[in-house]
């Protein structure tokens, strides 16, 4: 079967190929800046809003005139934000349809206005794209070097369509997200034992085979630093020189902990569905928790350290992982008391509360640690 996937890697750019890729990003949010505005006076104005390849057209016949700099970049920069800023206004109606008929309660999610103060965005190419083991061939920016190349591919470079390229910075450094089309074997039906992970604060995921997956913590090992650079970057005067350069130490380190974070919850989820096993031994189910994060995080005690975690990131991960493994995912409701429960008789202990780490049961005597006897309760539902 053919499966759409991304890779995404860092990009080893010379000064001249960083300057083509801001023009590029600049170019990206002018057009959609200018084609939001286009829809604000259209709908205004005859209550119907403008497709991206109008919006395309038009802005094309003012190139010449009003913005003979766009000659400098990708057509692709352009059109790409057009179609991006049509799919944000098709979600926004389509929640505010939701809306009417009392199956939406959160936000509607207008567009807005992109703005450099919040990162200098990115951009999308499509077209002729090739990628080898060490560089990547984008038009208009030529051939690009990878930070990561060696013996190891990031890309793949053969057996596979490349749909489009995304251009993106994050804290100074420049990456590259290669869509392609490729074609997979299905993968063959696990066959082993049902698996219940339970997450946590403590352990990030404990599992019912007896595997326990670290938390590290990311946020509080690094909060004394990120505090003592937001006190720094306060400090600055505005628009001084010194104020970029606080800003950017500041960015570096959010980015660092964001990298962190995402790197242990692919080694986590990586190593429950455990893909490398035979099909006898990965788990033929994998049974999780419904969690109400949005309740979890009004806890003022616990919510930074529940935010550090990014469960739902991990659920995302493990679910389409399990997946691509051969394994069935099942999800079990919140309201299911799985910590309360006995996993031996089902006894439901109504009086614990979260600083009882050790789980005792006054029917049959079991005494087991909390997270474990959940776990056991969650593969027990598959």
């Known amino acids: 079967m053919k499966r759409v996937r991304g890779y995404k890697t860092e990009l080893d750019l010379n000064n001249a190929q960083r300057t083509a890729c801001l023009k590029h990003a600049g170019a990206a949010r002018f057009a959609y800046n200018w084609g939001l505005r286009r829809y604000q006076q259209e709908y205004a104005s005859l209550h119907r809003t403008p497709s991206a390849i109008s919006l395309h057209k038009e802005l094309n016949a003012l190139k010449k005139t009003d913005f003979p700099w766009m000659y400098d970049v990708s057509k692709c920069a352009m059109q790409e934000a057009f179609r991006d800023l049509e799919k944000a206004f098709k979600h926004f109606f389509g929640k505010c349809q939701l809306r009417k008929m009392g199956q939406w309660k959160g936000k509607l999610g207008y567009p807005k206005f992109k703005t450099k103060k919040k990162g200098l965005g990115s951009f999308r190419l499509t077209g002729t794209i090739h990628v080898t083991d060490k560089a990547v061939q984008l038009p208009r920016l030529g051939k690009v070097r990878l930070k990561e190349k060696g013996k190891k591919k990031y890309i793949p470079t053969s057996g596979i369509k490349i749909l489009s390229a995304t251009v993106s910075e994050q804290a100074g450094h420049w990456y590259v997200s290669v869509q392609v089309e490729e074609e997979v074997s299905d993968a063959l039906a696990a066959s082993g034992q049902a698996m219940g992970v339970d997450f946590g604060i403590k352990a990030l995921a404990t599992c019912s085979d007896g595997t326990t997956i670290e938390n590290p913590k990311v946020l509080r090992n690094h909060l004394k630093k990120l505090k003592r650079l937001g006190r720094q970057h306060s400090r600055k005067t505005k628009g001084g020189k010194n104020r970029k350069k606080a800003v950017?130490?500041?960015?570096?380190?959010?980015?660092?902990?964001?990298?962190?974070?995402?790197?242990?919850?692919?080694?986590?989820?990586?190593?429950?569905?455990?893909?490398?096993?035979?099909?006898?031994?990965?788990?033929?189910?994998?049974?999780?928790?419904?969690?109400?994060?949005?309740?979890?995080?009004?806890?003022?005690?616990?919510?930074?350290?529940i935010a550090d975690v990014g469960f739902a990131e991990l659920r995302r991960q493990l679910e389409y992982k399990a997946s691509l493994a051969g394994s069935a995912s099942k999800v079990v409701s919140r309201w299911y008391p799985s910590s309360k429960t006995c996993s031996n008789c089902e006894w439901v202990d109504e009086e614990q509360t979260l600083a009882d780490r050790v789980f005792l049961c006054q029917e049959c005597g079991l005494v087991l640690d909390r997270d474990l006897n959940a776990a056991f309760n969650l593969a027990a539902m598959a």
């Open 248 to 305: 950017r130490k500041l960015a570096c380190l959010h980015a660092r902990i964001a990298h962190i974070r995402s790197d242990a919850l692919h080694k986590a989820t990586a190593q429950i569905v455990a893909k490398t096993k035979p099909c006898q031994e990965r788990p033929a189910c994998i049974v999780i928790e419904d969690l109400n994060v949005a309740g979890m995080l009004k806890n003022r005690k616990l919510s930074r350290a």
